[in-house]
């Protein structure tokens, strides 16, 4: 026969099976209520220390002085590029095989290019006359009038270039 009636372990008074409650979570109940099971608990961990020997380091809080950083002091990688990734150590390393056409596009000469183009132009789409404004962000590109990828030799030429918000640089690539 299923009990049905159990006697609490701080309270001693007696609880009945709620309707609710599986018959695993009945088994293992041994308390009336939710405070009767807090009593009980600090009943039992009094003295008990529950560190596990774990650094408990908390939102905030601050690690030791002797691992910090002192003030002026930086990391000995800071600006510098991580040798234990860098070149034939890299798992992307393909030969040092680099596309010329992806070297031309992302070096330093070609972003100086493109700050040139855009003082020139105003800093404004030579198409719709958009610029930068406050509460108005404008995206600006430098458009190759012949293609950047299939005239090697036009690549920093100024008059090959003219600058475009994206939106119209968008719809001059994308339109049908």
């Not at 601050?62 to 990391?75: D, I, M, V, W, Y």
């Not at 040798?83 to 992302?106: A, E, Q, S």
């Not at 800093?123 to 509460?135: D, E, M, V």
């Not at 590109?141 to 270039?161: D, I, M």
């Amino acid at each position: 026969m299923k009990q049905i009636e159990k006697k609490c372990e701080v309270c001693e008074k007696f609880f009945e099976k709620k309707i609710g409650c599986s018959e695993f979570n009945w088994i293992r109940q041994k308390h009336c209520s939710r405070s009767c099971s807090a009593k009980a608990m600090s009943k039992n961990n009094k003295g008990i220390c529950s560190n596990t020997g774990r650094t408990h380091i908390k939102k905030g809080q601050r690690l030791s002085p002797a691992t910090e950083f002192k003030p002026g002091q930086e990391s000995w990688l800071k600006g510098k590029k991580n040798p234990h990734f860098t070149g034939l150590n890299n798992p992307r390393w393909k030969g040092g095989v680099t596309p010329l056409n992806k070297k031309d596009r992302w070096s330093v000469e070609a972003k100086n290019f493109r700050k040139e183009i855009f003082k020139r132009d105003e800093y404004t789409c030579q198409h719709c006359r958009r610029s930068r404004k406050a509460g108005d962000r404008v995206i600006l590109n430098a458009h190759h009038l012949k293609s950047f990828s299939e005239h090697k030799k036009l690549r920093f030429v100024k008059s090959n270039v003219i600058t475009l918000c994206k939106e119209c640089h968008d719809k001059i690539h994308y339109s049908l």
